[in-house]
């Protein structure tokens, strides 16, 4: 806290020195009292389209916004944003024009400090090239990392204690008035929504003139709050969600006490299904446990209701069941609701919603189909294609969807050039990118519903990507827990089967990764940033990124741990360790039991 910026003054009053400069220039203009102008102490405003898109330049279409804005050439390469440090004592210390707030993007998306489009910025009068945003030394060099960390500060309880008077400033009583002059706030005057009529202006170079100054210079939102706001009550040091209200503190998590993880007596009579496990969740208020075989997915918000694939006669079923556990014989207590004879082949499914479902088989299409479970006019539920996507040139082996970030990901099988995961968009049911392949068929995909990682599997191999593709990390979980031998054997022994994150708030390093393998162990992994030694890349174990996208220190690698030393070269990484001993027993335990 001690180096974070006081929430009770604006910019422009962050140091004394320039403060008083304002000060001065207010007293100078208030006293010369010039035409029908109010003294003001900024002319300057702290939002505007400029500033947005002079901080999202390297993305699309905001580098384009800011081409235009700029007579179609980008600005001189010492004005760009190209550094935290420098934009900051810009903002805060040396510039009197400059009094730029953080934009959101600041606490939820690292890919505006990257130049992954490998725009041209120019070049500084030092001779510097800019390409990425420079970042704090806090950061290591990753711009992932800067936006968890800073994310972690806003989250804060010193910022939750006086975020209120930054909103004072902002959008409260603050804003206007004779409390703003005494918070040193006041700026110009068309700045201020219902200040100025437009309409009543009569001189049309005037009116062009005031209009053209409010559209580059931004305006002061609406005023919202008469008296201060209240304080913000703070959270335990941090706390997870749940869906419909409960509050649970992180200390309650079960990967924080792994010794106390033990089978639950009440799920030991439980029947077993026929066929392997394909999908557990928990539904309701009340906490129901419905589990369903692999050929089976559960139907979100709508209970024990689940789609079933299959079946002999080629057929998909819309099933409901009133137990906690469903099997595709007919004894789980379900009852088909509608069926769909002659459906395409299926192998693996995902419901992103209850009106929507992803399927794919051994033809390697995607089919996206539209479900109705509310009767129509004509009294009937009912099952249609709506379209069909194209991409993968082999079999489709797994499936997984986000809501939260309406993407679908595919996995393919067939080994080598068909091994390849897609990510499509479930609003527009567009293609979005093609993950770098693997070097094996695609086991498990799966995207945290939080974060949007996307995590992939092929035998004993995980990978972790960003929501936009990039690469986080890799294990291989064979080498640590198959005691460093027994080649492709041990892998084979503990080929991962299914995988899990947690999805608690995104700024926290404490998130774990489960991974359930063929060996009958659940095992659990962390991911954290760190500086460390990077071995070369294994060519034909890490998937290749498209030339066009490759930078420089974007490697990953794995940490080992103290017992194995690490050779060069240097650089930025992140790492999945799996927990301690004690943690992997428990998980063992667990499992086996």
Same mark, same amino acid.
């Given at each position: 806290?001690?180096?974070?910026?006081?929430?009770?003054?604006?910019?422009?009053?962050?140091?004394?020195?320039?403060?008083?400069?304002?000060?001065?220039?207010?007293?100078?203009?208030?006293?010369?009292?010039?035409?029908?102008?109010?003294?003001?102490?900024?002319?300057?405003?702290?939002?505007?389209?400029?500033?947005?898109?002079?901080?999202?330049?390297?993305?699309?279409?905001?580098?384009?916004?800011?081409?235009?804005?700029?007579?179609?050439?980008?600005?001189?390469?010492?004005?760009?944003?190209?550094?935290?440090?420098?934009?900051?004592?810009?903002?805060?210390?040396?510039?009197?024009?400059?009094?730029?707030?953080?934009?959101?993007?600041?606490?939820?998306?690292?890919?505006?400090?990257?130049?992954?489009?490998?725009?041209?910025?120019?070049?500084?009068?030092?001779?510097?090239?800019?390409?990425?945003?420079?970042?704090?030394?806090?950061?290591?060099?990753?711009?992932?990392?800067?936006?968890?960390?800073?994310?972690?500060?806003?989250?804060?309880?010193?910022?939750?204690?006086?975020?209120?008077?930054?909103?004072?400033?902002?959008?409260?009583?603050?804003?206007?008035?004779?409390?703003?002059?005494?918070?040193?706030?006041?700026?110009?005057?068309?700045?201020?929504?219902?200040?100025?009529?437009?309409?009543?202006?009569?001189?049309?170079?005037?009116?062009?003139?005031?209009?053209?100054?409010?559209?580059?210079?931004?305006?002061?939102?609406?005023?919202?709050?008469?008296?201060?706001?209240?304080?913000?009550?703070?959270?335990?040091?941090?706390?997870?969600?749940?869906?419909?209200?409960?509050?649970?503190?992180?200390?309650?998590?079960?990967?924080?006490?792994?010794?106390?993880?033990?089978?639950?007596?009440?799920?030991?009579?439980?029947?077993?299904?026929?066929?392997?496990?394909?999908?557990?969740?928990?539904?309701?208020?009340?906490?129901? &446990?419905?589990?369903?075989?692999?050929?089976?997915?559960?139907?979100?918000?709508?209970?024990?209701?689940?789609?079933?694939?299959?079946?002999?006669?080629?057929?998909?079923? &819309?099933?409901?069941?009133?137990?906690?556990?469903?099997?595709?014989?007919?004894?789980?207590?379900?009852?088909?609701?509608?069926?769909?004879?002659?459906?395409?082949?299926?192998?693996?499914?995902?419901?992103?919603?209850?009106?929507?479902?992803?399927?794919?088989?051994?033809?390697?299409?995607?089919?996206?189909?539209?479900?109705?479970?509310?009767?129509?006019?004509?009294?009937?539920?009912?099952?249609?294609?709506?379209?069909?996507?194209?991409?993968?040139?082999?079999?489709?082996?797994?499936?997984?969807?986000?809501?939260?970030?309406?993407?679908?990901?595919?996995?393919?099988?067939?080994?080598?050039?068909?091994?390849?995961?897609?990510?499509?968009?479930?609003?527009?049911?567009?293609?979005?990118?093609?993950?770098?392949?693997?070097?094996?068929?695609?086991?498990?995909?799966?995207?945290?519903?939080?974060?949007?990682?996307?995590?992939?599997?092929?035998?004993?191999?995980?990978?972790?990507?960003?929501?936009?593709?990039?690469?986080?990390?890799?294990?291989?979980?064979?080498?640590?827990?198959?005691?460093?031998?027994?080649?492709?054997?041990?892998?084979?022994?503990?080929?991962?089967?299914?995988?899990?994150?947690?999805?608690?708030?995104?700024?926290?390093?404490?998130?774990?990764?489960?991974?359930?393998?063929?060996?009958?162990?659940?095992?659990?992994?962390?991911?954290?940033?760190?500086?460390?030694?990077?071995?070369?890349?294994?060519?034909?174990?890490?998937?290749?990124?498209?030339?066009?996208?490759?930078?420089?220190?974007?490697?990953?690698?794995?940490?080992?741990?103290?017992?194995?030393?690490?050779?060069?070269?240097?650089?930025?990484?992140?790492?999945?360790?799996?927990?301690?001993?004690?943690?992997?027993?428990?998980?063992?335990?667990?499992?086996?039991?």
């Amino acid at each position: 806290p001690a180096t974070f910026r006081d929430l009770s003054k604006p910019m422009g009053a962050q140091d004394g020195h320039r403060l008083h400069m304002f000060l001065k220039r207010f007293k100078e203009w208030e006293h010369e009292a010039q035409f029908d102008t109010p003294a003001y102490h900024y002319g300057t405003h702290y939002s505007s389209a400029m500033i947005v898109c002079s901080f999202l330049v390297r993305l699309e279409p905001f580098a384009q916004h800011f081409l235009k804005l700029q007579g179609g050439h980008f600005d001189l390469a010492d004005r760009m944003f190209h550094s935290v440090r420098d934009t900051w004592l810009s903002a805060s210390r040396n510039n009197m024009a400059d009094l730029r707030e953080l934009i959101p993007e600041f606490f939820y998306l690292p890919d505006f400090l990257t130049n992954h489009n490998r725009f041209h910025l120019g070049r500084k009068q030092n001779g510097t090239v800019l390409g990425d945003v420079e970042l704090p030394p806090w950061a290591k060099g990753s711009a992932r990392e800067f936006i968890r960390v800073h994310r972690e500060a806003l989250e804060s309880d010193w910022v939750s204690a006086h975020l209120h008077q930054w909103i004072d400033l902002v959008f409260g009583h603050k804003q206007r008035g004779p409390a703003a002059r005494e918070a040193h706030n006041l700026f110009h005057h068309l700045f201020y929504e219902g200040n100025v009529d437009i309409n009543s202006i009569s001189d049309p170079l005037r009116k062009t003139a005031v209009i053209g100054f409010i559209n580059n210079f931004g305006q002061i939102p609406e005023q919202l709050f008469k008296k201060p706001h209240p304080v913000r009550k703070a959270f335990l040091q941090w706390s997870i969600h749940r869906p419909y209200g409960t509050v649970y503190p992180a200390a309650r998590l079960f990967f924080h006490h792994l010794d106390n993880l033990v089978p639950s007596a009440q799920l030991a009579p439980r029947p077993q299904h026929p066929h392997p496990v394909g999908q557990i969740r928990v539904v309701g208020d009340k906490d129901t &446990l419905y589990s369903v075989p692999h050929n089976m997915a559960l139907i979100p918000d709508q209970g024990g209701k689940f789609i079933a694939w299959g079946f002999v006669d080629g057929s998909v079923r &819309l099933g409901s069941s009133s137990s906690a556990s469903a099997d595709a014989g007919g004894g789980g207590g379900e009852r088909m609701v509608c069926m769909l004879e002659g459906a395409p082949d299926i192998a693996a499914a995902t419901l992103p919603s209850s009106k929507l479902l992803f399927t794919g088989g051994n033809t390697g299409v995607v089919t996206a189909w539209a479900l109705n479970l509310a009767p129509t006019d004509e009294g009937k539920t009912y099952l249609r294609v709506v379209r069909q996507l194209y991409g993968h040139t082999g079999p489709v082996t797994c499936l997984a969807c986000s809501p939260a970030y309406h993407v679908a990901v595919s996995g393919g099988g067939g080994g080598g050039r068909d091994a390849s995961v897609l990510v499509w968009d479930t609003n527009r049911l567009l293609l979005v990118r093609q993950l770098p392949r693997h070097f094996a068929p695609i086991d498990v995909v799966h995207v945290n519903n939080v974060t949007g990682d996307m995590v992939t599997t092929c035998g004993a191999h995980m990978y972790v990507w960003g929501v936009n593709g990039e690469p986080v990390a890799h294990v291989n979980s064979a080498l640590i827990h198959g005691g460093g031998g027994g080649g492709r054997h041990a892998a084979c022994a503990q080929a991962i089967t299914c995988v899990a994150t947690s999805e608690v708030n995104e700024w926290h390093t404490e998130n774990v990764v489960l991974t359930g393998s063929s060996d009958g162990v659940v095992r659990m992994w962390s991911v954290e940033m760190l500086q460390t030694r990077l071995e070369p890349p294994d060519t034909h174990h890490l998937p290749s990124p498209p030339a066009a996208a490759a930078v420089e220190g974007s490697e990953t690698c794995l940490d080992d741990g103290p017992g194995r030393p690490h050779p060069p070269p240097l650089s930025k990484a992140y790492s999945m360790d799996s927990l301690d001993e004690a943690a992997a027993a428990a998980a063992a335990a667990f499992s086996e039991s």
